[in-house]
């Protein structure tokens, strides 16, 4: 058992007649996947160190739909987004920060046509503005010269341009920044977008991911940084294909920084 | 007798003009095939995207070798046709070097065509180079055998020999000029076909009015004949790259389309006031409910129709894409040359039918694009982010997939699964929902 966590849920929030800054939009990879549930505890050991007032839905979020809408079932992802846009207005929320690229694209862009108007942050651009404006601060000595490279999330990168927000917040590391020869505009997808993540891909003669780890491998890093669940996913896959899970880990950032403070 | 050439001049022009006009009309006949969509918004952003990705080439370059070459080929067609435009009016009144009387800046406008004239052919001469010796991957792809291949030499065949006429014309025109003959005043300045007299050398002024004149009208008769091929090619896309770049995606990459009918339905279902079994106001509507997705290319919008005829099959969107570059049977490319095949299709069928479409038993789906390839996308956005010309093959893909879900519970099983998950339990994965903050205390 790791050390205690602070969380409360908005239904708590509203119990107390207070309004939190910031909601934590979980998803459902952050939610229920063991990976994943590392990286929604690393940003949550963010969030408390810097004292963000923040909620979480608990129990009452669900699905975005996200993945509804890529496999092309429009009736499911607007029953999922309509009953969250329902929850989200009737608790007033303006401000949401999500570790999950997908939730990140479809709340922010998505959601607005259905009713569902909120800033939505990635947990990158948010923990940017935490250390822009000195709530948090890193020691930064865990990953000092450490060689890093950063995979961009394609519905983070490619899809709403967010370029920097992860750069920047890997400096803070003081790791090595090493690039991958594809990278943000032209970055490879890691092979889980478009509900793949979800099914065997077709008959073809390599996985995505295997390809996109190559790429990364290339700069010869010790550490992948991810911004996105499936990506951690797929690229750890890919690491065991390549059979350099000894050498080389994949990590979000919110990992890499909770683990420098 | 002495306006013979003038009048078969007038005739030739009417004729290639009026032809292509008629394949215009084909043309915006197919595209308004498609579903209306609302392009209305964002016109100064959608006015500066035309300038620089179509007039500016700016995604070319992305690529330099190609997109420098291209630069080349492309300002030389543009600039070259101020010429075509006095070769015209030559054609017409009978007159030589009509703009003649420019005097210097005439010289310069010579010297610079033919100078273009000779880079676009030092361009064509690679462009074939990299297609037929090189045989970069992209272009030897599954879906360029036959005649997508035949087709790209053609273009680059046309064009070389367009740029040699236009050259010998010049040449023959600037040894006439020199030997005082009548009708060839002193006019322009030739620094590349200066080089090809040595070779007119020693014939009579006859022979060479002969070679400038035979020149001349296969250069102006190729030109039309070219303009003529434009849409029964895959080289469109000199004429539609504007309007493409134009009503080319604005929104966020990431952003897909909302589905207004299904919110609709959607509302009603949520709402406990509504009476599923309420008559429909009394100005709605009645008909056949709407068909969501597409499983042909009536099911489209006009501009996904109009991205299909743009495309020029450069390949850029599948040498980028994932999954055609880890073996899946998926091309960008593909996808956009088959749904203009479909559309040409559903056109002469309607040329052949008093403009009346009569099913034919086919469709875009299945047909032209198979369920393997739909299901292969990651719908990573890497085809349209590399298209020079914002096609989105993309919008495509996922209105077809759509198709497969909504209209025809045709999805793969594990995608099935994942999607009653969400129903049951508002997550992918079968958990129960109570259990979501777990992950607090683990």
Not at chain 1, 11 to 18: I, Q, S
Not at chain 2, 313 to 324: F, I, V, W, Y
Request: hydrophobic share 40%.
């Amino acid at each position: 058992m790791s050390e205690q966590l602070i969380v409360k849920t908005m239904e708590e929030f509203m119990a107390e007649g207070k309004q939190p800054e910031i909601l934590f939009w979980v998803g459902s990879a952050g939610s229920y996947d063991d990976r994943a549930k590392k990286i929604s505890r690393a940003f949550v050991k963010l969030l408390n160190k810097a004292n963000v007032d923040f909620a979480v839905l608990g129990p009452e979020e669900s699905s975005t739909g996200d993945v509804a809408k890529r496999a092309g079932n429009e009736f499911l992802f607007q029953m999922q987004a309509m009953m969250n846009i329902e929850l989200l207005n009737g608790y007033e929320i303006k401000r949401i920060v999500t570790c999950d690229p997908h939730s990140f694209n479809t709340l922010k862009n998505e959601y607005p046509e259905l009713g569902g108007n909120y800033e939505v942050l990635h947990h990158t651009q948010y923990l940017k503005e935490l250390l822009d404006n000195g709530r948090l601060t890193i020691e930064g000595k865990e990953y000092k010269g450490k060689r890093i490279t950063f995979h961009d999330p394609c519905y983070l990168g490619r899809a709403n341009s967010v370029f920097e927000a992860p750069r920047e917040v890997l400096s803070k590391t003081n790791a090595e920044l090493v690039e991958m020869k594809r990278h943000k505009k032209t970055a490879l997808c890691c092979g889980a977008g478009g509900a793949q993540m979800f099914k065997e891909p077709e008959k073809g003669d390599m996985d995505i991911n295997v390809l996109r780890t190559k790429d990364a491998l290339e700069t010869q890093p010790n550490i992948i940084a991810t911004g996105c669940p499936y990506c951690n996913t797929m690229m750890t896959d890919g690491i065991k294909a390549h059979e350099k899970e000894e050498s080389v880990s994949v990590m979000d950032l919110a990992e890499l920084l909770a683990n420098s403070i | 007798m002495e306006y013979v050439p003038n009048i078969l001049f007038a005739i030739a022009l009417v004729l290639g003009i009026g032809f292509f006009t008629r394949n215009v009309k084909k043309l915006s006949r197919n595209i308004k095939l498609g579903k209306d969509v609302d392009v209305s918004d964002n016109k100064s952003q959608r006015w500066k995207n035309m300038a620089k990705i179509a007039l500016g080439q700016t995604k070319m370059v992305v690529r330099p070798v190609a997109g420098i070459l291209h630069i080349l080929v492309y300002v030389g067609f543009i600039i070259i046709n101020i010429e075509v435009f006095e070769i015209i009016l030559d054609g017409l009144f009978g007159t030589h070097r009509l703009f003649a009387s420019l005097g210097g800046l005439y010289d310069f406008l010579i010297g610079s065509f033919e100078i273009l004239a000779l880079l676009v052919i030092v361009a064509v001469v690679v462009f074939w180079i990299r297609r037929n010796i090189i045989r970069i991957q992209r272009f030897i792809k599954p879906e360029m055998k036959g005649w997508p291949k035949q087709d790209g030499n053609m273009i680059l065949y046309i064009e070389f020999v367009l740029m040699t006429l236009f050259l010998t014309m010049n040449a023959a025109d600037f040894q006439l000029q020199q030997l005082g003959a009548e009708h060839y005043a002193q006019a322009g300045a030739f620094p590349v076909s200066q080089f090809i007299v040595p070779l007119l050398e020693g014939l009579s002024e006859s022979s060479l009015i002969l070679v400038e004149r035979t020149a001349w009208w296969l250069h102006i008769l190729g030109i039309l004949a070219f303009l003529n091929y434009l849409y029964y090619s895959k080289h469109l896309h000199i004429l539609l790259a504007f309007p493409n770049t134009y009503y080319g995606k604005i929104k966020p990459q990431g952003q897909f389309n909302n589905l207004a009918a299904v919110t609709k339905e959607v509302k009603l279902m949520m709402d406990p006031g509504a009476d599923p079994f309420a008559a429909p106001a009394e100005n709605e509507a009645e008909g056949e409910p709407e068909k969501f997705g597409a499983s042909d290319v009536m099911d489209l919008n006009w501009v996904q129709l109009l991205n299909a005829y743009t495309c020029t099959e450069c390949g850029r969107c599948t040498s980028e894409c994932p999954a055609n570059q880890t073996g899946k049977k998926l091309s960008p490319r593909k996808i956009m040359m088959d749904t203009r095949d479909r559309l040409e299709e559903v056109g002469k069928n309607m040329d052949a039918n008093k403009g009346e479409f009569v099913p034919d038993g086919k469709q875009l789906l299945d047909d032209y694009i198979s369920r393997e390839e739909l299901w292969a996308c990651t719908t990573c956005n890497a085809c349209v982010q590399a298209c020079p010309v914002s096609i989105d093959p993309l919008s495509i893909i996922v209105e077809m997939r759509r198709y497969l879900v909504m209209e025809q519970s045709a999805a793969p099983t594990e995608l099935n699964n994942m999607m009653s998950n969400i129903e049951n339990n508002g997550a992918p994965w079968p958990y129960n929902q109570m259990d979501r903050l777990n992950w607090v205390n683990e």
